[in-house]
């Protein structure tokens, strides 16, 4: 019912920056949270940011102070990352997760995914 693209990976050099883009489209309310996790190969998938309809944001320790999470609107977020390090490379995923009511009162949460970007530091 949702559909996450994402854009903006690549190839940069150590201390250069890149801005991820996701755009969701479908049944997207307007409370949600958005956010960005990684997974590098050998190592689990991990928190980078996350941020609510209110604009409150979460971020990973090892990347706070350099990458920063924004939003449009309820349907487009943001990852800028600046001086980047060769361990920031990894393929990188939108999330989306929302709750929805049934008639009876129940409520679930439903969490979407994105195709990942890959995003590589190398000199």
């Known amino acids: 019912q949702v559909q996450l693209v994402e854009s903006g990976g690549g190839l940069v050099q150590p201390g250069g920056s890149l801005r991820l883009s996701c755009a969701a489209s479908g049944r997207v309310f307007s409370i949600n949270t958005m956010g960005w996790y990684r997974q590098a190969p050998g190592k689990q998938r991990e928190l980078v940011a996350t941020?609510?309809?209110?604009?409150?944001t979460r971020y990973a320790e090892s990347v706070k102070g350099r990458f920063t999470a924004s939003r449009d609107n309820a349907k487009t977020v943001y990852l800028q990352m600046n001086s980047l390090k060769s361990e920031d490379t990894a393929v990188y995923y939108c999330n989306l997760q929302q709750v929805r009511t049934s008639i009876d009162g129940r409520t679930d949460v439903d969490d979407y995914w994105g195709q990942g970007t890959q995003v590589t530091v190398s000199s």
């Open positions: 941020i609510s309809n209110t604009g409150s």
